[in-house]
């Protein structure tokens, strides 16, 4: 591997922040963000799988309400259906509760249409 190849993580930041949500007419809410996640994830070895998913629970609980709710989309395309009631669980615990559960539904809802 060549000392500036990327790592995982960094590959999979990368999915996150492009292309960027809202850019374009075909990335409005990150649906092409969640779909190269999951590609990505589909696409790994067993143990770079438990990496992934691992960051990608992290991020559900992310602050970042882009972050968050792509992450959720993901798990939901996943199957991950406890990672992602565990988000939502996280999510009644914030002054912004309302905004992140709302966006939790975005994300499940691009991940049925578009994974």
Known sequence: MSEFAPTLQEDILNLYRLPNIG???TNTYGEENIKNLVEKYRGLDEEEMLVMRD??????????????FVSVGVLHALG??????????????RED????IHHFGIGKSLAEYFT
């Not at 960051?55 to 968050?68: E, G, M």
């Not at 991950?80 to 615990?93: G, I, N, T």
């Open 97 to 100: 509760k309302d905004q992140f």
């Open 55 to 68: 960051l990608v629970i992290s991020y559900s609980r992310s602050p970042d309400l882009a972050t968050s």
């Open 23 to 25: 850019a374009t007419y």
């Open 80 to 93: 991950m259906s406890r990672e992602v009631d565990a988000a939502y669980l996280w999510a009644q615990d």
